[in-house]
């Protein structure tokens, strides 16, 4: 679990991997200017991150930056 934190100025800002056990809950994070992704899954199981700042309220813009099931089936999804 993480909480209350900024999340700034990575090329990926986050990556939930295969190692991570049953489910992950982000929240109240901000998440900003990190160039690839802010949240890539690269593991089996779900993410909740809603209740975080992405950079912007468009769920478009915020869809383009998290890697998830949406982008490869073999991984969880984010929930936002």
Request: hydrophobic fraction near 40%; glycine fraction near 8%; charge should be negative.
């Amino acid at each position: 679990q993480m909480a209350r934190s900024s999340i700034n100025n990575f090329n990926v800002g986050l990556r939930v991997n295969s190692s991570s056990v049953g489910s992950v809950n982000i929240t109240n994070c901000n998440f900003e200017n990190n160039t690839l992704y802010n949240i890539d899954n690269d593991g089996p199981y779900h993410v909740n991150a809603a209740g975080n700042w992405w950079g912007s309220s468009d769920s478009v813009v915020i869809a383009r930056k998290i890697f998830d099931y949406w982008d490869d089936i073999h991984f969880g999804i984010v929930f936002t």
